[in-house]
């Protein structure tokens, strides 16, 4: 059974600082991995994936995350963070096996940027 | 870009009633996903389709089903409404074997069972 582990229910930063929201997996084979953020009452957006290649992946609004196969980690980072930033993120892991697409979620962590 | 549709936004049903949630996905794209999100809770996965074949199944209680038409669209049938029903329903839909692995994510459908 594939599961994701948020540790932190709540991060907060300072705006300008970086930023860093944790995420570990656990998968039976290789995963694949993922980052959605949601807003209040809106649907989920994704940000950014890994699939393979190159572990530092780029995402969208200037989000990107490193996947660390020895640590089983794939969190979340932003070099200076903005007010705008400040959602629910989630991540998710999905299964390699074709007919196993579906996507298991961390319970999330609340992201508070303070002006 | 066209984005996943879902209908109704918001739904508002008492117990023992009967709804039916709806989702059209992005054009082409020929798998579709469900999942209920609770207050508070992440998103867990009910069932999915692919080719009008249902292709994986998750925690979907015997009262709901689902299906997906020949024009790829979903619809995810509710009876027997409970209050631990009310929660955010989410359609997702992907291209499936052309991109496996990206989910599209519809603006969902808030259900409140009174």
């Known amino acids: 059974a594939q599961s994701v582990a948020q540790p932190e229910d709540q991060v907060n930063v300072a705006e300008g600082n970086p930023l860093t929201v944790k995420c570990t997996y656990s998968v039976s084979g290789n995963p694949y991995l993922f980052w959605y953020v949601q807003y209040p009452n809106r649907g989920l957006q994704f940000l950014l994936k890994?699939?393979?290649?190159?572990?530092l992946v780029k995402g969208s609004y200037g989000f990107e995350a490193e996947f660390n196969k020895s640590q089983t980690s794939f969190h979340l980072k932003k070099p200076s963070a903005l007010v705008s930033d400040s959602a629910l993120y989630f991540c998710?892991?999905?299964?390699?096996?074709?007919?196993?697409?579906?996507?298991?979620f961390g319970t999330g962590t609340r992201l508070t940027i303070i002006p | 870009a066209a984005g996943v549709i879902q209908s109704p936004r918001h739904l508002i049903k008492e117990k023992r009633e009967t709804a039916t949630l709806k989702c059209y996905p992005i054009p082409r794209h020929d798998t579709v996903y469900w999942y209920q999100q609770g207050p508070g809770q992440d998103p867990q996965f009910l069932i999915s389709f692919y080719e009008k074949m249902q292709s994986d199944k998750g925690s979907i209680p015997d009262r709901f089903s689902a299906q997906q038409f020949s024009d790829y669209h979903s619809e995810l049938n509710m009876s027997s409404l409970e209050l631990g029903d009310s929660a955010l329903y989410f359609c997702?839909?992907?291209?499936?074997?052309?991109?496996?692995?990206?989910?599209?994510f519809g603006p969902g459908t808030r259900l409140t069972v009174t």
């Open positions: 997702a839909s992907s291209l499936g074997l052309a991109d496996p692995y990206e989910q599209y």
């Open positions: 998710a892991v999905r299964d390699t096996n074709f007919g196993n697409e579906k996507l298991t």
């Open positions: 890994y699939i393979t290649g190159d572990n």
